[in-house]
């Protein structure tokens, strides 16, 4: 069975830092590509960052900068840091892990960015 637990979210401040994390089980990691994706009410969910299995990663123009994603597949974990936050990074996000035709999901971890 497969299973994406994500972890680490929560309200912070505007400028304030958060570290997600999505431990991976049911899958062999290292040759996923691991992505992060948000979704607020209302609107479709996108994609924030990626780590392909090679270890390239790529990222929403909008959190170049501020956003890093990386993963350690010793622990079949993959992390997204998250500084500079802004109010609008305020989200639900979500993990996922991509190979070919085979695409899971986390259940997804709450992000607010408030003062």
């Known amino acids: 069975q497969v299973q994406l637990v994500e972890s680490g979210g929560g309200l912070v401040q505007p400028g304030g830092s958060l570290r997600l994390s999505c431990a991976a089980s049911g899958i062999l990691f290292s040759i996923f590509d691991m992505s992060w994706y948000r979704q607020t009410p209302g609107k479709q969910r996108e994609l924030v960052a990626v780590?392909?299995?090679?270890?390239?990663?790529n990222y929403l123009d909008s959190v170049k900068g501020r956003l890093t994603i990386s993963k350690d597949n010793a622990k079949n974990t993959v992390y997204l840091q998250m500084n500079s936050l802004k109010p609008e990074d305020t989200a639900v996000y979500y993990c996922n892990a991509h190979l070919g035709s085979l695409n899971y999901w986390g259940q997804g971890t709450q992000v607010t960015v408030s003062s």
């Open positions: 780590v392909t299995s090679g270890g390239s990663t």
